[in-house]
């Protein structure tokens, strides 16, 4: 990104700062410490990693939901006689996303909770950098009318639809015309070439042990799980305003081609990149510029066999919850959503076997049916997450008594 002495720094909120994409999208702003100024952090829990935050970066603003954690912080704070304003409560989260004063908002939070911030900045017209991807599985068609509505500029931050949107043609008008359909690749996370009868055995170290990207315990079994790519499938029908079969999927383990456009007339493009997601961010950040991201290199003369693969249905049934879930009824990707968050919990507290996660949530994509209205609203979206959560928490309780 060029940077004159009369250009302001961009002014960024980070909605989840302590996680993995938060602490890379700090990475590449200390790369540009003329360009960009961090104007605020929040974090769900982790206190001390959000006050060294504030030591380094002297964000105006801090926050963080819980009021407790919140008062602990701001004392930190007050005693280190520094003079961030650390405020409490989720509503803290979506004011900080629409503050006047902010230009981009990174919206890294890690699920459904991350949806009111993300609304709240696209309602604004900021730039938002999507790393959320909840917010489009549980918002679909909502998200995206504030979008449009709020005038804001949606970037995708996930390294697959940062891939697409880099492939795409600049004017979203002409995207329907020139693309015949998109290929999200997936590494196949730890267990590609694993006995599918074994899987059941599978314990939260072994699943969040990803052999090429560094991400969060939750992001990780998703990977495993591959319903992180169905979630994905789900978030680039939103992106990208395509039909659920102009998506496709294969796995691709080297994690080089990032995705893939198929044009009209045949051709293919892909964005290539090492597996690093400071890669998207800063392109997410400096769009349409360009700027160091702190990524390695590609090195073509010693990189390896770039291959592909079908997706098993039988090793990875969570990924074809998607396109069913995107047939059904409108809010039923947020169903399939809300499951899956309390299923990998579940696993990763040692209630459930690794299997039984695609069990529950396919349980909960048949049962709980969505009414109409469901998904009108961040109210009544909300309120389909809880039935969800609470049909997913008793087929977990119905499975531990099976165990």
């Given at each position: 990104m060029a940077v004159t002495s009369s250009t302001r720094r961009q002014r960024v909120c980070i909605l989840g700062s302590t996680g993995s994409i938060g602490t890379s999208t700090l990475d590449?702003?200390?790369?540009?410490?003329?360009?960009?100024?961090?104007f605020a952090l929040t974090a769900q829990r982790r206190i001390d990693d959000l006050f060294a935050q504030i030591v380094r970066w002297r964000p105006r603003y801090a926050a963080m939901?819980?009021?407790?954690?919140?008062?602990?912080?701001?004392?930190?704070?007050?005693?280190?006689?520094?003079?961030?304003?650390?405020?409490s409560g989720a509503k803290a989260l979506e004011d900080l996303a629409a503050h006047p004063d902010v230009d981009q908002v990174m919206a890294a939070i890690v699920g459904a909770a991350g949806l009111p911030g993300c609304l709240a900045a696209a309602r604004a017209g900021k730039r938002l950098l999507l790393a959320n991807k909840e917010a489009l599985v549980v918002g679909g068609q909502l998200f995206i009318d504030a979008v449009r509505q709020g005038g804001a500029t949606l970037i995708p931050i996930d390294?697959?639809?940062?891939?697409?949107?880099?492939?795409?043609?600049?004017?979203?008008?002409?995207?329907?015309?020139?693309?015949?359909?998109?290929?999200?690749?997936?590494?196949g996370g730890p267990f590609r070439t694993r006995d599918p009868a074994t899987l059941r055995d599978v314990t939260p170290d072994q699943a969040?042990?990803?052999?090429?990207?560094?991400?969060?315990r939750k992001i990780s079994v998703d990977s495993a799980t591959m319903m992180n790519k169905a979630l994905e499938v789900i978030e680039a029908r939103w992106l990208f305003d395509l039909a659920p079969e102009r998506?496709?999927?294969?796995?691709?383990?080297?994690s080089i081609i990032h995705s893939m456009v198929v044009a009209r007339d045949g051709a293919v493009l892909a964005?290539?990149?090492?597996?690093?997601?400071?890669?998207p961010i800063s392109f997410g950040l400096s769009w349409p510029s360009r700027m160091a991201s702190g990524c390695d290199a590609l090195a073509f003369t010693k990189m390896a066999a770039l291959t592909f693969e079908e997706a098993d249905a039988v090793r990875f049934p969570g990924l074809h919850l998607s396109w069913a879930a995107l047939r059904a009824a409108p809010g039923s990707t947020a169903v399939l959503?809300?499951?899956?968050?309390?299923?990998v919990e579940a696993f990763l507290a040692g209630r459930l076997r690794f299997d039984g996660i695609h069990r529950v949530n396919a349980q909960a994509l048949e049962r709980v049916l969505p009414a109409q209205g469901d998904s009108h609203s961040v109210e009544a979206l909300l309120a389909l997450d809880a039935r969800a959560r609470d049909a997913a928490r008793a087929h977990v309780a119905a499975l531990e008594g099976l165990a």
């Open positions: 590449v702003l200390a790369l540009h410490p003329d360009a960009f100024e961090v939901p819980d009021a407790a954690a919140a008062n602990e912080l701001g004392a930190r704070v007050k005693a280190a006689g520094i003079g961030t304003e650390v405020l390294s697959e639809h940062s891939a697409i949107f880099q492939c795409l043609p600049t004017d979203p008008a002409q995207w329907d015309a020139a693309v015949d359909h998109i290929v999200l690749t997936a590494s969040c042990a990803h052999p090429n990207w560094v991400m969060g998506i496709k999927v294969v796995i691709h383990p080297q964005q290539l990149g090492t597996p690093d997601m400071k890669g959503n809300a499951a899956n968050e309390v299923a």
